[in-house]
């Protein structure tokens, strides 16, 4: 990969690898880099920009079903018919870059159990510096390794890498230190030609289109934020990050109405604290890994985020930011692909202070409307901003579940100058995912009795 980022790439296990390739190829633009085809799954690795998908799907059927038992790593010799060869010790396994999705941390226990296996987003791979470092620091912290630094190799250099157990539902985190690796993705994947991919795409729609990932956001329990952060700084050393200056440090930042309750929190690893996930030397400039925490308030009901955790078996990645340099084309072109995006009650644009705050940062009212995007312009915006003539603010719109189930989706985003998550936007978007999961329960509900 051209240029390494902390995160390293996100990984989806699926049932229906024909399905999600295809929502994310031909809805979202991303095009098909590397593959890789074992006796044990098949995995094809996605770009748009500096963005990588893992796309996972196992060839064991038996894996889906919680009654049975499948490894979540194991270590094969090189006697093995399904070895990989390579000219030293460094070989490929079919057992390597594979973890099970299917196996959930109780995070009140830290029992690990087995649930059926779904289309999940689970697998924040992360670019290190160290990684026997990291892997002996979250071990003295408790924390749990799935598989220990191992070194893999091919003719484009060598990569080491590890596996380790999260404290938040399925999620786990892939380690690499790819520095000494010049290859498209890693060693045993092989490289697609895509030279006729997007054969109707211009130039001036590629250029609109997502360019990184912005953010990972956590559905969780109530009342496990602060264990999750002190979890994430013990064994990653990752810090705190205020999502905007009302929020309050205890209890983060809260929005709580009679039809609405959540709390949000945030954290992030800087490249430079030495005991956490650093980067090599010469990525100094690298964005940092930012993950957000949303849970539901004590007594609030039925509500989005639980929702997402009893049908994803668990907590888990809700959503994924998507960043793009211009999200009216963009948002636009995937409409036209297809892409089916959850707009804002029709009141959001007339709510006190939203147009005088859309006519302040110089958008268009109508056009944000047109699309149902989003505005939020940061609370300490006029201070920060003085004399230069513009405020922070970002633009997002979120599409409707990407899987068979209610859980996971697509968050689009563009920065101008903006640093935290659109804590202006919040009750609209929450109004706007209940109305959608309460009108989808109606009609399955008529579906059902009819």
Not at 14 to 29: A, C, G, H, I
Not at 41 to 68: I, M, R
Not at 93 to 104: E, Q
Not at 161 to 190: D, E, K, Q
Request: net charge negative; aromatic share 10%; proline share 4%.
């Amino acid at each position: 990969m051209e240029s390494r980022l902390a995160l390293h790439h996100i990984e989806i296990g699926t049932n229906d690898s024909k399905r999600t390739l295809r929502q994310f190829t031909s809805l979202f633009q991303f095009r098909l880099l590397a593959t890789r085809n074992t006796d044990e799954c098949s995995q094809w690795v996605l770009q748009t920009g500096t963005a990588v998908l893992l796309v996972t799907e196992l060839h064991e059927p038996d894996c889906k079903n919680p009654s049975h038992e499948c490894h979540q790593h194991h270590v094969q010799d090189s006697s093995s018919p399904s070895f990989y060869t390579d000219t030293d010790n460094r070989s490929v396994l079919n057992s390597d870059y594979i973890s099970d999705w299917g196996l959930y941390t109780d995070f009140d226990t830290g029992i690990v159990t087995r649930k059926s296996k779904i289309d999940s987003v689970f697998n924040i791979a992360l670019e290190v510096k160290n990684v026997e470092k990291v892997v002996n620091q979250t071990q003295r912290k408790g924390g749990e390794i799935l598989r220990y630094p191992k070194t893999l190799s091919d003719e484009n250099g060598h990569i080491t890498y590890a596996v380790i157990r999260s404290c938040v539902g399925n999620v786990v985190h892939t380690l690499i230190n790819s520095s000494n690796y010049t290859g498209t993705f890693l060693p045993g994947f092989i490289n697609v030609d895509n030279q006729n991919v997007w054969p109707n795409m211009t130039d001036s729609e590629s250029s609109s289109m997502l360019t990184n990932f912005d953010h990972i956001t956590y559905a969780c329990p109530v009342g496990v934020s602060h264990s999750i952060l002190e979890w994430y700084e013990r064994c990653f050393g990752m810090k705190r990050f205020l999502i905007n200056r009302d929020e309050d440090l205890s209890e983060g930042f809260v929005v709580k109405e009679s039809d609405i309750g959540m709390r949000l929190m945030a954290m992030e690893y800087w490249h430079c604290a030495e005991v956490g996930l650093t980067l090599p030397a010469n990525n100094i400039s690298t964005p940092t890994v930012k993950i957000v925490i949303a849970e539901p308030l004590p007594g609030q009901g039925p509500n989005q985020v639980e929702t997402f955790i009893k049908q994803h078996y668990g907590p888990g990645v809700q959503h994924i930011g998507l960043h793009t340099g211009e999200i009216f084309s963009t948002v636009k072109l995937l409409q036209k692909q297809g892409v089916d995006f959850i707009h804002p009650p029709p009141a959001y644009y007339s709510e006190v202070g939203k147009l005088t705050e859309i006519h302040h940062v110089g958008e268009s009212l109508e056009v944000l409307k047109a699309h149902g995007i989003l505005l939020d312009a940061e609370a300490d915006a006029e201070s920060y901003c003085e004399g230069k003539g513009k405020v922070r603010y970002l633009m997002q719109m979120f599409t409707k579940p990407i899987f068979d189930r209610d859980t996971f989706f697509v968050e689009v985003i563009q920065r101008c100058g903006a640093t935290g998550f659109g804590a202006g936007n919040i009750k609209a978007l929450w109004r706007a995912v209940q109305a959608f999961l309460d009108d989808k329960t109606q009609i399955e509900a008529k579906t059902n009795t009819s």
